[in-house]
């Protein structure tokens, strides 16, 4: 089983509509968690760490739900600048600082 | 900001060439990491290092080595290449203890081995 799971997609979805991807770890003592966005044939980018309370910025919102082992992130008013794959990050346990990385899920924003 | 250096975004070799990435970051951070990304599979890691020197192998190690003579820049060495080592090859780094920190990222060197 992999360690980092989340669904390819694509994500197929209009301009304003709000959108959703889950990413599944197997690590339960994993510490930190990030999204990352990865644009076509571009190098991943930071988009947000994911804390334990949620974190939200502008129209993005992580959270993380230990009890189940996942990380989700939530896109609100979608624009086609959106458009790129979501990279889902885990590190840890313990003193493991060597991230596992997920193969990303694509996420197409259409006029 | 955090600026990673990758020394080409492309380059051609032939097979059986020796070829040489190099990625330089100037935020004094002591891990560095290679990695390669191919459609469908993700990142994969080659290898990493935590200090001047160290070095530790990654998930694909074979036919690939590094080289961390300074700090501040990290080599991947193609010893023979071979197509199958065409790739996008990134490097990336991350500050001492970077457990709760991101990793942050060259441009990428897209290489093709004909």
């Known amino acids: 089983r992999k360690e980092v799971e989340q669904d390819p997609g694509p994500f197929n979805v209009p301009e304003g509509a709000t959108v959703a991807f889950n990413c599944t770890y197997s690590?339960?003592?994993?510490?930190?968690f990030f999204w990352y966005r990865q644009d076509c044939r571009k190098e991943p980018k930071l988009l947000m760490s994911v804390y334990s309370s949620g974190n939200e910025d502008g129209r993005f919102t992580a959270q993380l739900n230990r009890a189940s082992q996942y990380i989700s992130l939530l896109i609100r008013d979608s624009k086609l600048s959106d458009s790129a794959t979501y990279l889902c990050?885990?590190?840890?346990?313990?003193?493991?600082?060597?991230?596992?990385f997920g193969r990303g899920t694509s996420l197409i924003v259409h006029p | 900001d955090v600026k990673v250096t990758q020394s080409s975004r492309y380059l051609v070799k032939r097979t059986g060439e020796k070829v040489f990435l190099e990625c330089v970051q100037d935020?004094?951070?002591?891990?560095m990491f290679w990695y390669r990304q191919d459609p469908g599979l993700g990142l994969r890691l080659i290898y990493f290092?935590?200090?001047?020197?160290?070095?530790e192998k990654g998930d694909i190690p074979e036919g690939y080595s590094v080289s961390r003579e300074k700090k501040e820049r990290f080599s991947l060495i193609l010893e023979s290449a071979s197509t199958n080592q065409t790739s996008m090859y990134l490097c990336?780094?991350?500050?001492?203890?970077?457990?709760?920190?991101?990793?942050?990222f060259g441009d990428g060197t897209r290489l093709s081995i004909l």
């Open positions: 290092s935590y200090d001047v020197k160290m070095k």
């Open positions: 690590n339960s003592a994993s510490q930190s």
């Open positions: 990336a780094s991350l500050a001492a203890g970077g457990g709760n920190q991101p990793q942050h």
């Open positions: 990050v885990v590190t840890g346990p313990g003193g493991s600082y060597i991230p596992t």
């Open positions: 935020m004094d951070h002591e891990n």
